[in-house]
């Protein structure tokens, strides 16, 4: 009987490893926590979202929900939850929009899908969203400038500088910003 208990034993470099990488692993996630928890997102500038989301409704029931329930989660600053409902609709629209039932997004889906992605901690598909919008409407003034600020947060002067420009270009309400901003880089 002890024959068959001396053959199931593991090995002591084994069994010290089932116990070391466990260990670790808690390590590595206690210190990440404790520091890594900055909550700053991106490396450079702050990048301030818009008070309101301001998603119009497409006119259809079950969109229009998630839409309004994105609204209020961007409005609470619950930007897991808003990226997640505005994902939703925006696959429901993007479909719509293959079948000929719409024409195209509506307006800021994609920007504050974006903004929503960034503060999430995911910035290039943050950037990626609000480009797609900022290329859908090349004259909207809103989309470059946050397209600018999120690029210097990033510390990505080269399209930073390219948004900050078509914003001044455009005009509009941040036209003198991002003329100061110019003059500073």
């Given at each position: 009987?002890?024959?068959?208990?001396?053959?199931?034993?593991?090995?002591?470099?084994?069994?010290?490893?089932?116990?070391?990488?466990?260990?670790?692993?808690?390590?590595?996630?206690?210190?990440?926590?404790?520091f890594g928890g900055d909550d700053k997102r991106?490396?450079?500038?702050?990048?301030?979202?818009?008070?309101?989301?301001?998603?119009?409704?497409?006119?259809?029931?079950?969109?229009?929900?998630?839409?309004?329930?994105?609204?209020?989660?961007?409005?609470?600053?619950d930007y897991d939850e808003a990226s997640r409902?505005?994902?939703?609709?925006?696959?429901?629209?993007?479909?719509?929009?293959?079948?000929?039932?719409?024409?195209?997004?509506?307006?800021?889906?994609?920007?504050?899908?974006?903004?929503?992605?960034?503060?999430?901690?995911?910035?290039?598909?943050?950037?990626?969203?609000?480009?797609?919008?900022?290329?859908?409407?090349?004259?909207?003034?809103?989309?470059?400038?946050?397209?600018?600020?999120?690029?210097?947060?990033?510390?990505?002067?080269?399209?930073?500088?390219m948004w900050l420009e078509r914003t001044a270009?455009?005009?509009?309400?941040?036209?003198?910003?991002?003329?100061?901003?110019?003059?500073?880089?």
């Amino acid at each position: 009987m002890t024959d068959n208990n001396v053959k199931r034993q593991y090995h002591p470099a084994f069994r010290a490893l089932t116990w070391i990488v466990p260990l670790a692993a808690l390590a590595i996630i206690a210190v990440l926590l404790i520091f890594g928890g900055d909550d700053k997102r991106g490396s450079g500038g702050e990048v301030r979202p818009p008070v309101s989301a301001g998603i119009p409704y497409i006119g259809f029931a079950e969109i229009d929900t998630v839409i309004a329930g994105a609204n209020e989660a961007f409005e609470k600053k619950d930007y897991d939850e808003a990226s997640r409902l505005l994902t939703r609709a925006r696959f429901f629209i993007h479909s719509g929009i293959s079948e000929g039932s719409f024409d195209s997004m509506p307006r800021n889906l994609d920007l504050v899908l974006g903004l929503s992605d960034f503060y999430r901690g995911f910035p290039l598909k943050g950037i990626l969203y609000v480009t797609i919008a900022a290329e859908a409407d090349p004259q909207n003034e809103t989309y470059a400038w946050y397209l600018s600020l999120m690029h210097l947060s990033q510390k990505n002067k080269v399209d930073a500088k390219m948004w900050l420009e078509r914003t001044a270009t455009i005009g509009g309400v941040y036209a003198e910003s991002s003329k100061t901003a110019l003059e500073k880089m």
